[in-house]
């Protein structure tokens, strides 16, 4: 059995279908559980006291507002190549979930770095590029919206997404171009195996990180099967006009 064989509509919601329950009952347990350990059963810090406990909701919405963004480039770049519709769907119902996570790391980064620097907002170098890629989810959204025709908005929104992908990339690892930014390093780097946070709070964060992973996951499967039941229905009502 070939993966691509779910590129097929009915196919993919079948599939979708099966696995949506299971998958938004386990976000809802592991995301509740991580915010409530994180917020009520975690100590405050010495040096942040207790606004260090807004990394319970800033660090899992900001990773999955750079995902959600790579997300979409991948299925953007199938469709370019393969032009499977099941991707560019996929890739249009994960927007507003990117959207709505990059609106909540932007807030909660403002809550967090008000008390550590002295301002709601600084011209940081993560900070800036998060900023714009909320901008390109605005501005991708709107494009699926602004063209009638769907193969047109999926190959200009791809192009689109291809653009952005350049912001998502310097959201995740401006600290590291950039030293002289405010914004800290990455608080658990994947890539090096090492992180600056000890137990007590990594063990929560990391549960509410699957939490939302799970939860964008259960969104966007949903999203994409209500996309493609409108598409199948506006094609059956497209066949009535003509008929």
Same mark, same amino acid.
């Given at each position: +059995?070939?993966?691509?064989?779910?590129?097929?509509?009915?196919?993919?919601?079948?599939?979708?279908g099966?696995?949506?329950?299971?998958?938004a009952?386990?976000?809802?347990?592991?995301?509740?559980?991580?915010?409530?350990?994180?917020?009520?059963?975690?100590?405050?810090?010495?040096?942040?006291?207790s606004?260090?406990?807004?990394?319970?909701l800033?660090?899992?919405s900001?990773?999955?507002?750079?995902?959600?963004?790579?997300?979409?480039?991948?299925?953007?770049?199938?469709?370019?190549?393969?032009?499977?519709?099941?991707s560019?769907?996929?890739?249009?119902?994960?927007?507003p979930?990117?959207?709505?996570?990059?609106?909540?790391?932007?807030?909660?980064?403002?809550?967090?770095?008000?008390?550590?620097?002295?301002?709601?907002?600084?011209?940081?170098?993560?900070?800036?590029?998060?900023?714009?890629?909320?901008?390109?989810?605005?501005g991708?959204?709107?494009?699926?919206t602004?063209?009638?025709?769907?193969?047109?908005?999926?190959?200009?929104?791809?192009?689109?997404c291809?653009?952005?992908?350049v912001?998502?990339?310097?959201?995740?690892?401006?600290?590291?171009?950039?030293?002289?930014?405010?914004?800290?390093?990455?608080?658990?780097?994947?890539?090096?195996?090492?992180?600056?946070?000890?137990?007590?709070y990594?063990?929560?964060?990391?549960?509410?990180?699957?939490?939302?992973?799970?939860?964008?996951?259960?969104l966007?499967?949903?999203?994409?099967? +209500?996309?493609?039941r409108?598409?199948?229905?506006?094609?059956?009502e497209?066949?009535?006009?003509?008929?």
């Open positions: +059995m070939s993966l691509w064989e779910y590129a097929n509509p009915r196919k993919f919601t079948g599939l979708a099966t696995l949506l329950p299971f998958v009952w386990a976000a809802g347990i592991l995301t509740v559980l991580g915010l409530v350990w994180g917020f009520f059963f975690t100590p405050n810090a010495d040096k942040f006291e606004t260090v406990k807004i990394i319970y800033h660090v899992p900001a990773l999955m507002a750079i995902n959600a963004w790579l997300m979409m480039l991948v299925c953007s770049l199938i469709w370019l190549i393969r032009r499977h519709h099941v560019a769907l996929a890739a249009r119902a994960a927007a979930v990117g959207m709505v996570m990059t609106l909540i790391a932007l807030w909660t980064g403002a809550v967090w770095g008000q008390p550590m620097w002295g301002t709601w907002w600084a011209w940081d170098p993560r900070l800036t590029s998060f900023l714009i890629l909320f901008l390109f989810y605005l991708y959204m709107a494009l699926w602004a063209i009638e025709d769907t193969e047109t908005a999926a190959d200009l929104t791809s192009v689109l291809l653009v952005g992908s912001f998502a990339l310097l959201s995740r690892y401006a600290v590291n171009f950039w030293n002289q930014g405010l914004h800290q390093g990455t608080t658990v780097p994947v890539a090096t195996g090492g992180r600056t946070i000890s137990d007590i990594f063990l929560p964060l990391v549960t509410a990180m699957v939490g939302f992973g799970l939860m964008f996951l259960a966007v499967l949903a999203r994409t099967i +209500m996309l493609i409108q598409r199948r229905i506006a094609v059956l497209a066949r009535e006009v003509r008929a």
